[in-house]
């Protein structure tokens, strides 16, 4: 069975301060890890898609990595607008669902 | 263009009833997934469609919750004999195909069972 974990599973910065987020995995097979952020009320929008060890994503103030076991998804010199929660999910084997973690809660103080 | 949409956003329900949500897919998407979401917790897997038919309905939890797509594009779930238990956020989300594609989430509709 596909394991999706996440830690912290709060983290509070002030801005300004970088950090990184973990995911680790447990699948047969990954065919893609993906980040989402998640605002309260809404829908999870998407972030990034890895695919294979050593890969590396980048947008703004977010870059996304992945190793064969986890993923880090780091966050430099971080707004308040950045307080979110941020979901990690992979797709793995012959299946096209997506299975998540239980996402980390970000708060970034002004 | 516009995203995926979902109808009606928030519904509350008593024990027992019926309800139906629906979802409207990005335009040309062929994928469909639905997702229930609960508070603290990430989006779980309930039922995958390819066109109008549900390739992987391994997540719907029991015979009560049922999905259609029957055209191709707007899916709409529906659950039976309502519990207090399935109280959630309920998300559709789509992509452009199954096997690589990044699927793109509506905003949910919420239910609420008393």
């Known amino acids: 069975e596909d394991q999706v974990t996440q830690s912290p599973e709060a983290l509070r910065l002030q801005e300004g301060e970088s950090s990184s987020l973990n995911c680790s995995y447990t699948?047969?097979?990954?065919?893609?890890l993906f980040w989402y952020r998640q605002d309260p009320g809404k829908g999870p929008e998407f972030l990034f898609t890895?695919?294979?060890a050593g890969e590396e994503k980048e947008k703004e103030r977010l870059k996304a990595t992945l190793t064969k076991k986890e993923s880090f998804l780091h966050i430099t010199a971080p707004k308040p607008e950045d307080s979110a929660t941020y979901l990690c999910?992979?797709?793995?084997?012959?299946?096209?669902?997506?299975?998540f973690g239980k996402g980390i809660t970000l708060s970034v103080r002004p | 263009g516009a995203g995926v949409s979902q109808t009606p956003s928030n519904k509350v329900t008593e024990k027992g009833k019926y309800v139906e949500l629906r979802c409207d897919p990005i335009s040309g998407h062929t994928a469909l997934y639905w997702y229930r979401q609960s508070l603290g917790q990430g989006p779980e897997f309930l039922i995958y469609f390819q066109g109008t038919g549900a390739a992987d309905d391994s997540g719907l939890p029991n015979d009560r919750f049922f999905a259609v797509r029957p055209e191709g594009s707007v899916s709409t779930l529906k659950i039976q004999r309502t519990e207090r238990g399935d109280s959630a956020v309920y998300l559709c989300?789509?992509?452009?195909?199954?096997?690589?594609?990044?699927?793109?989430f509506g905003p949910g509709t919420r239910l609420t069972v008393l």
């Open positions: 699948v047969s097979g990954l065919r893609g």
């Open positions: 999910a992979v797709r793995a084997g012959a299946n096209s669902k997506l299975t």
């Open positions: 890895l695919y294979s």
């Open positions: 989300a789509s992509s452009l195909g199954s096997s690589r594609g990044e699927q793109f």
